[in-house]
């Protein structure tokens, strides 16, 4: 696969086609997608995952709907639109791009209401197209931004999976260190396989592979003892909500490295769109945190290891506080000691 060439989602024809990540990376193929209600499942099983990326294949997911109604009356198309809303806002709960993405098609679907359903499907659908390319545009854009925070020949610990996978293209915290690389600078990445889901191992490792990124595999048990021994310079992840304080939701396990980065005075930096900063709430502690299922923690796929009977947590995401966050990474520059103030000056 050529550089940069990782189409997470794309349109086809008349439908959505997105890689199914579940599979990644002894398999690769795209999963057709043809109504709201097919999209919100791919969502909910993580074919698709990382919060840009999620963003964007909800508001596909409302297009379709509005082409797949498009011959009804306005009362109908209305009503099924609605149902399509609904729908998708209950696919994942933590991830504000979901909802942020659904605000925007609404919003749209609102201004154009004097339109026939076979106009609206059209606005909506090119509604789509356009947060999409959106998408590519502002990773592009935090990566040249975070690319100036990397010295030549950095050690970056990633956890998760914040690249192409994660978005429409480019990727968040993978998008930094792809532009760190362009602009010539040697950087190298430690992914720690980010239990239980392993993205860092299926995911980052399979992008940075592709491109040639030279990248080191850890568990995530591992990650203090490489940073005591002075083996990481930087940690960046990408986020799935901050809220308007800085504090930061990510992937379950991300405060755990970010408090090992206070105690080593490693810098810790989230790549982090504007569309995924919630200014509706006041602190991390409102965001919800999404429990997914016991299977992914007692085994993979259709292996187990646990034992039977076993109870099992399995939260999604953990809130790192924003005073262990160095730096936002934004389309609108670097937010050095993230905190209200100085988040709503972005906007």
């Known amino acids: 696969m050529k550089k940069n060439t990782i189409e997470t989602l794309r349109w086809h024809n008349d439908h959505l086609e997105m890689i199914d990540q579940r599979i ?17 499942e791919g969502i909910r099983s993580m074919v698709v995952r990382g919060a840009p990326a999620i963003g964007c294949a909800a508001a596909y997911g409302v297009a379709l709907a509005a082409l797949n109604l498009k011959e009804a009356n306005t ?45 609206l499907a059209a606005i909506l659908l090119t509604e789509a197209h356009r947060i999409t390319r959106e998408d590519i545009v502002i990773n592009q854009t935090m990566g040249h931004y975070g690319a100036t925070l990397l010295p030549d020949g950095a050690r970056v610990l990633t956890h998760c999976n914040a690249g192409a996978l994660a978005t429409a293209g480019y990727g968040t915290a993978l998008g930094v260190i792809r532009a760190a690389v362009e602009s010539g600078k040697t950087i190298s990445v430690i992914a720690d396989e ?14 940075m592979v592709q491109e040639n990124i030279p990248i080191t595999l850890i568990a995530d048990n591992m990650s203090g003892h490489l940073m005591h021994c002075g083996d990481i310079d930087a940690i960046i992840v990408g986020t799935d909500r901050v809220a308007s304080n800085g504090d930061v939701a990510n992937k379950i396990g991300t405060y755990m490295v970010a408090v090992l980065a206070k105690r080593h ?36 796929q259709n ?14 995401f953990d809130v790192t506080p924003a005073d ?16 209200k103030e100085r988040i709503s000056m972005l906007f």
């Open 194 to 207: 980010t239990r239980p889901f392993l993205q860092g191992a299926r995911l980052t490792a399979w992008e």
């Open 75 to 119: 009362e109908s198309f209305l009503a099924g639109m609605e149902k399509a809303f609904t729908v998708l806002s209950q696919s994942r709960p933590t991830a504000v791009n979901l909802f942020w993405a659904l605000k925007r098609m609404h919003q749209t679907m609102t201004a154009a209401a004097k339109s026939s359903p076979s106009q």
């Open 303 to 316: 292996y187990r290891w646990a034992a039977q009977g076993v109870k099992v947590r399995n939260p999604a």
């Open 24 to 40: 990644l990376p002894t398999d690769f193929q795209y999963l057709a997608y043809h109504s709201a209600e097919g999209v919100a």
């Open 265 to 300: 005075n490693i810098p810790f930096y989230v790549a982090c769109p504007l569309s995924t900063i919630d200014r509706s709430i006041d602190t991390g502690n409102e965001i919800p945190i999404e429990e997914r299922p016991s299977e992914e923690v007692t085994g993979y």
């Open 324 to 339: 262990l966050v160095t730096a936002l990474i934004t389309e609108k520059g670097i937010v050095k000691h993230p905190n």
